[in-house]
């Protein structure tokens, strides 16, 4: 060995766990043909959907062909009909006798949409909806409309193809309609610490009746790191995005929100350190509901006297939210600041309000590591250990009951900005959904138990396949988890999150930006997307002002309560270039597929950097057209002004000032000071978890209470493995 040749003495100071981690594939190798099986079995459903509906049409001609005898005056009707009705049972042994129920109700179905009133069930809560809107007009514009089909291909062809909204295959909506009271309005915020980000929420949200918050995250936090006076860190706290590096930020972010509500609904956009953040979400959500319980139980001055005790014993002050409070913040999450519930109520209470919560609180977190590494960047752990995080979250959500919180938001929007056409964008993103299901089901987990807690997240720019992605995404999505998984109806609905394009705003004549985004909104709008962010048109240049936010959450409002025809919903249905450019769309997606298998599926696509390359070679295609003016952008280099439309400069950029600088240095200092022992323990047993392959997530819950963002990072690293890029 080495140092027996060379004399040094080498030592390793590697301490062997009791037991070390075995070799687990993330996708096993008798499953590396899972998306050409999909392409395959959807192609398979459409063939079988368009032979059977070609039956229906031959058996709608005959029933016809027989009525108009018999109403006819023929010498020779009877030996007609006869040669007729046995012709339409030889064709109809070729027929699918269930599909006979779909051509029996269909004129049900339409008196159902017809009547004032539908009702249907959701978790088995009835609702009723009303059916239509009455224009000023005094006219009654229906929410839904059917078309006109008698014949039984149509009928059935449309049924298996389109259907109604909320029933399979879903290509109009995973709803019946759209839900009351709460728009798909979720704008995007993150600047200087979590105080200041908290007061944009609250601005955002001030006369929402739902509050649907989405944060942006610094690149600090985006890669694990703690705040600190490091040079590489320092000028990046809190710029583009917010500073969070412990459960105190994480409550001072969401203070005001009730974040266990119905109506409210948080997302995070965080990857690489995302299991973390959840931890530090989910205890300050359980927190949340502890403040209520001691509200309502009237324990203030008990608890109070508990917390002055604890702090007494750390030998430090509470600490405190930075500032006033914004308007609309009742100061609910602030109670518990520098501990948590389990410390003050007993241990049976906190895992009553804990399981609760947990069953009550709505919103996603992106940790969508396989785009990460295609596009965005903002890769921390291994690959491997990555995967494995994300599928030990999805493991404690269906152990716990997690059913309204999405584990993970499947991102095409970054592949998009990366420079990937839409096609693409759909394409990858839906095989990296594939690759988390083909995971979970490797782990022995239920297909119906984590389905329902998959979701998305699509770029929406202005090219012409842009009106079909979210259609043809549920299409695809729903007769993959039907037919080829066995999914349960839940589990096959695709539910997603429209953004859009920030690679569409341009840094010349940026008030046409506006007006991008606009067409981009009524795109996402009329495609009935479950969520909708609006860029501001000074993003181009800047971190978005109030006065630019505001208008940008204007576009969808305008198109949403004023535009009349966004009063149905669903408009798209019924168009000859919406059903020509779906079905383009869709071949093109599974042709894709094939090309990812031919490559070893999406891992072993990664490995020779396919997507990577796939992305820029798109991304220099739309790069020359601009820049030689064969793709016209109006005010870029097409119809400029007279000055010739220069480069708009902008006269602030939003930074992060040093007071909230040194303010989330001092409150790490403060936590690491507060626990340091209880951190060294909990960090080392989770190291341990880690590498006896238990749930992390599941220690995380607990580690999150007390350490830091970069102490968790960095424990973690030592078992997990730092990313490296195949190059």
Not at 588 to 615: C, H, N, P, W
Request: proline letters at 3%; charged letters at 25%.
């Amino acid at each position: 060995c080495s140092s027996d040749l060379t004399g040094a003495g080498f030592k390793s100071q590697l301490v062997a766990a009791n037991e070390m981690s075995e070799k687990i594939f993330i996708i096993p190798p008798r499953r590396v043909r899972y998306l050409s099986e999909i392409a395959d079995s959807n192609r398979g459903y459409d063939k079988w959907a368009k032979e059977q509906s070609g039956i229906a049409q031959k058996l709608y001609g005959i029933s016809k062909t027989i009525t108009t005898i018999q109403e006819a005056e023929i010498s020779d009707s009877d030996r007609l009909i006869k040669d007729l009705e046995e012709t339409y049972a030889k064709v109809a042994l070729d027929f699918d006798p269930k599909l006979q129920i779909v051509i029996d109700e269909w004129d049900s179905v339409k008196e159902s949409y017809a009547n004032d009133i539908y009702t249907y069930l959701v978790r088995n809560k009835e609702i009723k909806v009303e059916t239509k809107t009455i224009s000023l007009s005094h006219q009654k514009i229906s929410k839904v409309s059917l078309p006109k089909y008698e014949a039984w291909g149509d009928v059935l062809q449309w049924n298996l193809q389109e259907n109604v909204p909320g029933k399979f295959p879903f290509t109009a909506g995973i709803y019946p309609f759209k839900r009351q009271g709460e728009d798909p309005t979720r704008m995007f915020a993150g600047e200087g610490g979590p105080e200041r980000t908290n007061k944009r929420f609250h601005y955002l949200s001030g006369d929402m009746p739902a509050k649907r918050l989405s944060t942006a995250f610094d690149s600090v936090t985006l890669y694990g790191n703690d705040p600190d006076s490091r040079p590489d860190i320092y000028g990046k706290i809190g710029n583009a995005g917010v500073s969070i590096c412990c459960l105190d930020d994480a409550k001072k972010l969401s203070s005001g929100f009730n974040l266990a509500h119905a109506m409210t609904s948080v997302s995070m956009a965080i990857n690489g350190p995302a299991t973390m953040l959840l931890g530090f979400f989910m205890n300050a959500a359980i927190d949340q509901q502890c403040e209520l319980y001691i509200k309502e139980k009237g324990l203030e001055a008990e608890v109070q006297s508990k917390i002055d005790a604890y702090f007494k014993i750390k030998g430090s002050e509470q600490p405190k939210y930075d500032g006033d409070l914004p308007a609309g913040n009742d100061g609910l999450g602030l109670v518990l600041l520098g501990l948590t519930g389990d410390k003050v109520l007993p241990a049976a209470v906190y895992a009553e309000i804990k399981a609760h919560t947990l069953s009550q609180v709505r919103g996603t977190v992106q940790a969508d590591i396989l785009k990460e590494d295609q596009a965005q960047n903002t890769c921390i752990f291994s690959t491997e250990f990555a995967l494995r995080l994300m599928g030990d979250v999805q493991q404690y959500f269906t152990d716990n009951g997690v059913r309204n919180f999405y584990s993970v938001s499947i991102s095409g929007y970054h592949i998009a900005e990366a420079g990937a056409n839409p096609i693409t964008q759909l394409a990858f993103t839906l095989a990296n959904g594939f690759t988390y299901v083909e995971y979970y089901l490797s782990r022995g987990m239920d297909i119906n138990a984590f389905g329902p807690n998959l979701s998305f997240f699509f770029s929406n720019g202005i090219d012409p396949e842009y009106a079909v992605i979210g259609r043809v995404a549920r299409k695809i999505w729903a007769k993959a988890m039907k037919l080829k998984y066995g999914a349960n109806e839940r589990s096959q609905m695709l539910k997603y999150h429209i953004q859009t394009s920030g690679r569409s705003l341009h840094a010349q004549e940026i008030d046409f930006n506006d007006i991008r985004t606009t067409l981009q909104a009524l795109y996402a709008i009329y495609d009935n997307c479950n969520s909708l962010h609006t860029n501001a048109y000074d993003e181009a240049i800047t971190t978005p002002t109030e006065d630019s936010v505001r208008r940008a959450v204007a576009i969808q409002l305008i198109i949403n309560k004023e535009l009349g025809l966004a009063k149905n919903e669903n408009p798209m249905q019924g168009s000859f270039i919406t059903e020509e450019l779906t079905e383009l769309v869709e071949e093109a997606v599974m042709t894709e597929f094939d090309k990812i298998t031919e490559r070893g599926g999406v891992l072993g696509a990664m490995e020779t950097m396919y997507q990577r390359s796939k992305i820029q070679e798109e991304s220099l295609y739309y790069e020359t057209l601009k820049h030689n003016g064969d793709f016209p952008i109006i005010g870029v280099n097409t119809f400029l002004s007279s000055k010739g439309s220069p480069t708009v400069l902008s006269k602030e950029v939003i930074r992060a000032t040093e007071d909230e600088k040194q303010f989330q240095i001092n409150t790490l200092q403060s936590l690491n000071k507060r626990y340091d022992s209880e951190a060294t323990a909990l960090l080392a047993d989770i190291q341990q978890k880690a590498l006896r392959n238990e749930n992390v997530f599941e220690a995380l819950m607990e580690v999150s209470k007390v350490c830091s963002l970069g102490q968790i990072t960095n424990a973690l690293f030592e078992v997990g493995g730092q990313y490296r890029r195949n190059m």
